[in-house]
């Protein structure tokens, strides 16, 4: 096991370096101390090929200027807020708003768009890079100085665990995720319209236009939304059902999972390559990059709609405006933890 660390690129002439975990098996994470950034997974396909199974960029201008969140995390609260504005122990905060009227993914400058500290531990069976990010009081609207740590730990047993952990001073909300796009073909050869899912959840969010929940919580039964069984992305992208119209076909939605450590299953038959999540998050949010803007260069490929998929564990987006939602509120006794485990193996 080893951790390698080279120079990325530099924002405001601070240096922004790129690390890479690399586990005895030849599974490789790379990650950038700005925004947590996840720029490469390479595992092997079933003829033993090693590939890159998420979507990303090169060179650090282009994550500043156009990502959309890829592999970042998001912060301090993941989804979108109606209207930037809350209600919170008698008093309104007013947030930066960056997708028309609404808050999204922390706003203006969130998690996503800074440079956090790294620390690295190196042992025989695990590596961890942890990432340590003090948000202040009123950052982008929000109460409270938040403290912020993020773990990022890879295994012998090809696992890939990340850990949040955050403590704050003042009543505050937290709601993190990891805004990975996945792509199972490797190299980015495919789109994901031929990828299987499968998500022990009986229940989705609905959604309005502005993508934001109505509160409406939907059964799952009868609908392009039931993963139990497993079912392939496209199914969801030629599907009529309003719901997947209203986000320009395909899932911009919510899950709400049935366990506490519920399973979600990612697949390609293709490349034989299969990606299985853990975690302790109440919900996933499915985001199959339906708005995705064409003709960016990603390690030589051009963008498009349907190259890769997000599945954000977190607490249901816009809680703080739902109280049959779990809360995302976070006082100064209580300490945040969740953890969201991927395992990449083969089908
Ligand atoms: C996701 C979505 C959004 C958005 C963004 C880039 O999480 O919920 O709709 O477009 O990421």
Request: net charge negative.
């Amino acid at each position: 096991m080893k951790v390698t660390k080279k120079l990325f690129g530099e924002i405001n002439w601070e240096n922004v370096y790129e690390y890479t975990l690399k586990n005895d098996k030849g599974i490789e994470i790379s990650c950038l101390d700005y925004g947590c950034v996840i720029t490469k997974i390479v595992t092997p396909d079933r003829h033993g090929k090693y590939e890159n199974i998420v979507l990303g960029f090169e060179d650090i201008e282009s994550y500043r200027e156009k990502s959309p969140y890829f592999g970042a995390v998001v912060g301090r609260v993941a989804g979108r807020i109606k209207g930037g504005e809350f209600e919170l122990e008698g008093r309104t905060y007013t947030l930066a708003n960056n997708d028309g009227k609404n808050h999204l993914h922390g706003g203006v400058k969130g998690f996503n768009d800074v440079i956090w500290e790294a620390e690295i531990t190196e042992g025989e069976d695990e590596i961890k890079i942890e990432f340590s990010y003090t948000s202040l009081d009123g950052e982008e609207g929000y109460p409270g100085n938040l403290d912020v740590k993020v773990e990022y730990i890879l295994n012998n047993d090809n696992e890939f665990i990340i850990q949040y952990k955050a403590e704050t001073d003042k009543t505050t909300l937290f709601n993190p995720t990891n805004h990975s796009y996945f792509n199972l073909s490797g190299n980015l050869k495919r789109d994901v319209l031929e990828h299987s899912l499968k998500v022990d959840s009986s229940k989705f969010l609905e959604i309005d236009e502005e993508l934001l929940p109505t509160g409406k919580v939907l059964e799952v039964s009868d609908t392009v939304f039931d993963f139990r069984k497993g079912r392939k992305i496209k199914e969801g992208v030629s599907s009529n059902y309003i719901q997947n119209k209203i986000v320009g076909q395909g899932y911009d939605h919510t899950f709400i999972l049935n366990s506490n450590n519920s399973e979600i299953l990612l697949w390609d038959e293709e490349s034989g390559r299969k990606l299985v999540m853990n975690t302790d998050a109440p919900a996933v949010v499915l985001y199959t990059s339906n708005q995705l803007e064409e003709g960016m260069d990603l390690y030589g490929v051009s963008s498009r709609s349907y190259l890769g998929l997000c599945l954000e564990t977190q607490i249901p987006p816009d809680a703080i405006h739902h109280e049959s939602f779990p809360d995302c509120i976070l006082r100064p006794e209580e300490i945040f933890i969740s953890r969201t485990k991927y395992t990449f193996s083969l089908e």
